[in-house]
C-alpha cells in the first residue's frame, strides 16, 4: 500500500490520554480534556466539552455548544461548512455530514495520499432533522460501536412511533410520557410522530427546551408546548417528551395515569426496558445498529479499522475476520450523555 511509505496513520493522528491528536495539525478531535485547538464532530457532551482553546466546528455544533454551556464555552471559535476543506498545519482536514444529530460530522483528515475520517457517532439511516449521512472513502476508518454486536438491529423507527400512537389511541385518558435524550432524539421523536400524521400540540419537559426551540427553528415539529403551563387535565390523551431521568422522578406526577415510554436502541433488549420501568419501549435510536456499521465499514474501501465507543471486540472480530487490520481504539469518556449509557442500567461489556 502506496500510503505506507509515504505515511504511517499514526503519525496522522494517533489516540493520547486528552483524545484523538493530529501532530502535524495541532489540533484535537473531540478532545476530553481542554486543548489549544479542537475539532468537535457533534454537540453530545461526551464529544463537546468546554474549555478549550479554538474550536472548529459545523455552526449547528457551535450553536448547541453555546446553548449548553453559555457564550464562554472556548477561547475562540471558528464555523466549519460540509464539504469545505480547511488547511491545518498542512493537513488537509473537512467536515462531512455524520446523520447522527443536528450539526453532527465526520472529520476527513488527509496528507500525502492518506486519509483518515473520524466518524464521531453516526447512523446510515433517514432522519427529518439532519442532514443525512455521506459517505467518504478513506484509508483508515475510524467507526463507533455503541451498536456494535448482531443482536443490535433497530427496524424501522415510524413502526415504533405506531406502536405509541396504538396505545394513545386506545387510552385516550392516559397520559404518554416518551423518555428521550434531550440533544437529537427528543426532536427527531417529535418529528417521526408528525410524519405519522399527528397534530394535536405535544408537550415538553423543560430540558428539553433549548434543545428542541433551537431544532424547530430549522424542522417543522408543529405545535409544542411546556407541560408545566398545562393543566392536568388537558394533560389526558397528551404526548409528552422528557429527559429519560425524568420518567422516575415527581415530574411525572402531574399527568393522569402516565404511561411510560422509551425511545432508544437500548430497548432492544427487553430485560432493559423492564428494569427501568418501562411500559412501551420503542427501538429507535441515532447510532448505527450492526448492519449499518457493518455496511458502513465495508463501503468506505477501508483497509484499517480502528473501533471506540462501545461494543468494539465484536466488531473488530468482524474485520478481522474479512481481511482487514482492525484495533479497538480504548478510548476512555465517551458514552456519557446520549444512549450510550443509561443511566442506572450497566453499560454493555466491552472487554
Ligand atoms: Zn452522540
Ligand atoms: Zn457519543
Request: aromatic letters at 8%.
Amino acid at each position: 500500500m502506496a500510503y505506507l511509505t509515504a505515511m504511517r496513520p499514526h503519525d496522522l493522528l494517533v489516540p493520547t490520554a486528552a483524545g484523538l491528536c493530529c501532530p502535524p495539525g495541532g489540533f484535537h478531535i473531540d478532545p476530553l480534556r481542554p486543548v489549544d485547538k479542537a475539532l468537535i464532530t457533534h454537540g453530545h457532551s461526551d464529544h463537546a466539552r468546554p474549555g478549550h482553546g479554538a474550536v472548529l466546528a459545523t455552526q449547528e455544533t457551535l450553536d448547541l455548544m453555546r446553548l449548553r454551556y453559555g457564550d464562554g464555552f472556548a477561547r475562540s471559535t471558528q464555523a466549519v461548512r460540509y464539504g469545505e476543506t480547511l488547511s491545518l498545519g498542512g493537513v488537509a482536514v473537512s467536515f462531512h455530514p455524520a446523520g447522527h444529530v443536528l450539526g453532527s460530522a465526520q472529520i476527513a483528515v488527509a496528507r500525502n495520499g492518506l486519509r483518515i475520517v473520524a466518524s464521531g457517532d453516526y447512523k446510515d439511516v433517514a432522519d427529518p432533522t439532519c442532514a443525512p449521512f455521506e459517505l467518504v472513502r478513506c484509508e483508515v476508518f475510524i467507526t463507533e460501536a455503541t451498536f456494535g454486536l448482531p443482536v443490535f438491529r433497530h427496524g424501522d423507527p415510524q413502526h415504533e412511533i405506531e406502536k405509541l400512537l396504538r396505545s394513545v389511541a386506545l387510552f385516550p385518558e392516559r397520559a404518554h410520557l416518551v423518555g428521550a435524550y434531550s440533544l437529537g432524539k427528543a426532536q427527531r421523536v417529535i418529528a417521526l410522530i408528525r410524519a405519522a400524521g399527528y397534530g394535536k400540540p405535544i408537550y415538553l419537559h423543560g430540558a428539553l427546551d433549548a434543545t428542541t426551540r433551537y431544532y424547530a427553528a430549522r424542522v417543522d415539529l408543529g405545535d409544542l408546548r411546556a407541560a408545566r403551563d398545562a393543566a392536568k387535565s388537558e394533560l389526558a390523551g397528551a404526548i409528552a417528551l422528557c429527559p429519560p431521568s425524568a420518567l422516575k422522578d415527581l415530574w411525572t406526577r402531574r399527568f393522569p395515569e402516565p404511561v411510560t415510554a422509551f425511545a432508544s436502541g437500548w430497548m432492544r433488549v427487553r430485560a432493559r426496558a423492564r428494569q427501568r420501568g418501562v411500559e412501551l419501549p420503542l427501538v429507535i435510536s441515532d447510532h448505527a445498529d450492526w448492519d449499518g456499521l457493518t455496511a458502513t465499514i465495508a463501503a468506505t474501501g477501508a483497509a484499517e479499522i480502528w473501533v471506540t465507543h462501545g461494543a468494539e471486540d465484536a466488531l473488530v472480530h468482524w474485520c478481522t475476520a474479512r481481511g482487514l487490520a482492525a484495533r479497538p481504539l480504548r478510548l476512555v469518556g465517551y458514552g456519557e450523555e446520549d444512549e450510550t449509557s443509561l443511566e442506572g442500567a450497566p453499560q454493555v461489556e466491552t472487554t
